[in-house]
């Protein structure tokens, strides 16, 4: 039988296999996923967290460090317009696919990555297009070490994926805790995965911090989530 689906699988023409992908995420989450294209983390691992812990209950807004080309941005908009419509996104990017110098282990750095994914598009225009319809969504177009206060009071989820250096995830985490509430978390992407420098800060954010740390785990392949006591 699973060689009778596998085989099923291979014949189904793509354009079909992403429709029924799409529709099964509407069933899930209620709204259709933007253009699959425009989120390459999976933020559905995001969403599940988000409800699974229900911190949308929780006083605060969302802080998405490092939006790209916007899909995850898209789906933590739509995800709380349904459960928490008062509440904002605060997504900040510098939005210049340059800037990321840093280097992965296969040798290639950010942003060789990132404009090989743009192929010459601009990457400000794609995010723009892809949320257009967000009325939640507060954009800073902003390099983060220039931010020296969100204007969100308070935070309930942050999730950080923007520069990868050293210095600019600890300077993304020290953003974010200061203002997550009670049970509020801060997920990172690319944890344990193939940029080690990044892995390495976050263990030393999680020494500095770990008596206002509540529980730690991770999901998928690369996302570690610190929840604050």
């Given at each position: 039988m699973?060689?009778?689906f ?108 990132y ?30 070490k ?62 500095e ?21």
């Amino acid at each position: 039988m699973r060689t009778f689906f596998r085989f099923i699988k291979k014949i189904i023409p793509p354009p079909i296999k992403q429709f029924f992908k799409s529709f099964w995420f509407k069933l899930k989450y209620g709204f259709w996923p933007p253009p699959p294209f425009t989120d390459l983390s999976g933020y559905e691992i995001l969403l599940d967290t988000i409800i699974k812990y229900q911190l949308f209950k929780l006083e605060g807004d969302v802080v998405e460090i490092g939006c790209f080309l916007g899909g995850g941005t898209y789906k933590l908009s739509k995800l709380l317009e349904r459960l928490a419509p008062d509440k904002k996104i605060y997504a900040i990017d510098i939005f210049n696919p340059d800037f990321d110098k840093t280097q992965c282990l296969e040798g290639k750095t950010m942003a060789e990555i990132y404009k090989q994914i743009l192929r010459g598009k601009n990457q400000y225009e794609i995010y723009k297009r892809t949320i257009k319809n967000c009325k939640n969504v507060i954009t800073i177009v902003s390099d983060t070490k220039k931010i020296k206060e969100l204007p969100c009071e308070k935070i309930l989820f942050a999730y950080i994926d923007g520069n990868h250096s050293p210095t600019y995830v600890k300077n993304d985490f020290y953003l974010v805790w200061k203002k997550i509430v009670p049970n509020g978390v801060v997920a990172f992407d690319d944890y344990g995965y193939d940029l080690p420098q990044v892995t390495e800060t976050i263990h030393q954010l999680v020494g500095e911090h770990w008596s206002e740390i509540l529980r730690i785990w991770t999901k998928g392949i690369k996302t570690i989530f610190i929840q604050k006591k």
